[in-house]
C-alpha cells in the first residue's frame, strides 16, 4: 500500500518561510510518479498548489508563482515544497498527492494517492 507521509508544516509570520517534505517511502517506482501539493483551508475546496511530473516539469497556481517552488530527490523517495513569502492566506493544511504517469496535474480527480496532510498557518 502506497504511504505519503507529509512534514514540515507550523506556525510562522507573514513574510516567513517554510519547507514541506513528503516521502513516499512505499512507492517502488518514484521516478514514474507525478508528485502534487494540494491545500485546503478551513470551509473552502482542496485546490491545487503546485507538482512535478515524472519528467521533472513542475507547474504552480497562479497564487504561487514567484514564491513557492517544488523539487524532489529521487534517491530519497521525497517531495519538497519550499515556501517563501508566505501570506495568511497560505494557511491551510497542506496535502501531498502521487499518481503514476499522471498529467492533469492540477485536478485532484487525477491522483490516487494521498497523505494526511500537515498544518501550515501564516500569522499577519
Known amino acids: 500500500q502506497v504511504q505519503l507521509v507529509e512534514s514540515g508544516g507550523g506556525s510562522v509570520q507573514a513574510g516567513g518561510s517554510l519547507r514541506l517534505s513528503c516521502v513516499a517511502s512505499?512507492?517502488?517506482?518514484?521516478?514514474?510518479?507525478?508528485m502534487g501539493w494540494f491545500r485546503q483551508a478551513p470551509g473552502k475546496e482542496r485546490e491545487f498548489v503546485s507538482a512535478i511530473t515524472w519528467l521533472g516539469t513542475t507547474h504552480y497556481a497562479d497564487s504561487v508563482k514567484g514564491r513557492f517552488t517544488i523539487s524532489r530527490d529521487t534517491t530519497k523517495n521525497t517531495v519538497y515544497l519550499q515556501m517563501n513569502s508566505l501570506k495568511p492566506d497560505d494557511t491551510a493544511v497542506y496535502y501531498c498527492a502521487a499518481v503514476s504517469y499522471g498529467r492533469r496535474v492540477a485536478e485532484r480527480s487525477e491522483y490516487g494517492y494521498w497523505g494526511q496532510g500537515t498544518q501550515v498557518t501564516v500569522s499577519s
Open positions: 512505499t512507492l517502488t517506482s518514484f521516478r514514474s510518479y507525478t
